[in-house]
């Protein structure tokens, strides 16, 4: 099976979507001339051509809107952000438009528009650039949030999104654009709502989702050696949230760490903590854990942004206070 | 209005006078405590939604903002559907769903109906792309007022469609009001139509009270937009006579204000132009707008009389 990187499957995925469907088309900054800031749209405008890899001005509002405008009449926009970050310039065309189309026209007109771009902090860029909206969105109902962590689920989970009728929040990161992964020749695609075991073990339940997936497997590595069988679920879609393959997961370990970039109040762990204590209150044998960003701004400085941010130590020290170990 | 033709012109009055009528009936609807929540009338500027959608064709689409009952009348909604909506009754056009703001019809491409100042304007914008990327001659018309003329959507849009070619037809309907702000309080420059120039793309000033007017000068302009694709944008001014919504009661502006722009209402002017050619009298006047009251009853008495949503419909439309 051929290896390929995060971006070139989110590539794959635009390239082979375009082509079954004229309908699609992809608008963004840098996304056509400079083949994408990231390179995710890379040789997209030489194959497609202008009218289809649209470079726009620095207006998000304006071309979100215009792509919500142009899925109502039938086309099916995929609008990239540059980073996510941007996209809070565009949130009332995000929120007040796609998201309540659908409900607020009584079902006549729905909103066929994937919004993709880099989600979270990146290496030192600060506190305007490193935004974890996974929470913000998934808040709004009519929404689809996704958040992938291997290639092989951009892939297949772009192509869903992309088919699917709904706005989607398609959230990557920085940090996993060059990651490499197995990603099949054939065709497949992975619905909206399905999680995946990432690793699969007995003593703990750990939700990690996006480049949290990365730091939960170097964390699961360190606890085996102290005799700690983590099992990684990776929920994929935010919203619709897969709780039954969470909870199923939760029935079987006792225990329950969720980790997440973004801040911790209202977070998404506060939505997973509150959902397994429904589902899984008899099971627990330990309150949810959270590991999560702290409580300020992300800073600037190296030392300063490693002790806000979560990592592979701070999700170790939850999975050993989970499990009532020091 | 020779140029107009009779058989138009009485299809434009009957039109402004179901508009009026229509949105008499929603403040006595409101007063009754039928219609609740925001509501935004647009008695006053009727020549606007007239002179403007009739030039439309079936594939062409428009979209404005809260103030949108009478562009669905126009375009052909019945009185029926948006009087329930305005009820809340599951027979309403978006099922109970939205009210007053949100009329939308997907069958006549009207595409609402919004609530966020100048929200709806990249909207259209993206209507008359899809119509252009799909190869058709089609053109949209996106509708909002002089307060949304300063909005950072409103030149987005402009900037966008000006330099991708995009064939939307931007209708400040300038009604010198923001709410209770005066245009000259909240636009630094009120010819709304000069900001055209700042874009590379043509501007028109029309006079919004005139029914005529604004029909013969926009049947030009549409037909050039759909053409060229090139976007404009027009400074239709206008004036509302009620208050921003039903809960205004318009202290920042005088009677004799009021009244002065009531005296060239659209409607009154219209009708003696008519009368003037022969192509009515009072008499048919009177049996025109008896007709047009008697459309609106049964509106009122379907509203009344349609139920209520299931309450299974609070969950249903969240997601295609």
Known sequence: MPVIEYRTALNQALEEEML??????????????????????????????????KDTPITESGFTGLGVGAAMMGLRPVVEYMSWNFSLVAIDQIISNAAKMYYMTGGQFNVPMVMRGANGAAAQVSSQHSHNLESFYAHIPGLIVMAPATPYDAKGMLKAAIRDNNPVIFLENEFLY????????????IPIGKGDIKREGTDVTLVAHLRQVILAQEAADILAKEGISVEIVDPRTIKPLDIDLIAESVRKTKRLVVTEEGHSFCGFGSEVATQIHDLCFDDLDHPVVRVSQNENPLPYAKNLEAESLPSVEKIVAGVRKVMYRK | MKSIGKEEALKMLRQMLVCRRFEEACLKGYQQKHITGFCHTYIGQEAVAVGTLNHLTEEDSFVTSYRCHAQGLVRGMSAREIMAEMYGKVTGCVRGK???????????????????????IPVGTGAAFA????????????YFGDGASAQGTFHESVNLAALWDIPCIYICENNQYGMGTATKRAVANTDIQDQAAGYGIKGYEINGLDAVEVYTKMKDIIAEVRETSRPVIINMVTYRYKGHSVSDAGLYRTKDEVKSFMDQDCINRFSAQMQELGWIDEDAYKALDKEVKAEIKDAVKFAEDSPWPPLDEVATHVLA
Request: charged letters at 25%.
């Open chain 2, 131 to 142: 119509g252009k990327y799909e190869g058709k001659k089609v053109v949209n018309i996106t």
């Open chain 1, 20 to 53: 079954r469907d004229g309908k699609v088309f992809i608008m963004g900054e840098e996304v056509a001339e400079y083949n994408g800031a990231y390179k995710v749209t890379k040789g997209l405008l030489d194959k497609f051509g202008p009218e289809r890899v």
């Open chain 2, 98 to 120: 939205g009210g007053s703001m949100h009329v939308f019809s997907k069958e006549l491409n009207h595409l609402g109906g919004h609530g966020i100042v100048g929200g709806q």
């Open chain 1, 178 to 189: 060059g990651m490499t992964g197995e990603v099949p020749e054939e065709e497949y695609i």
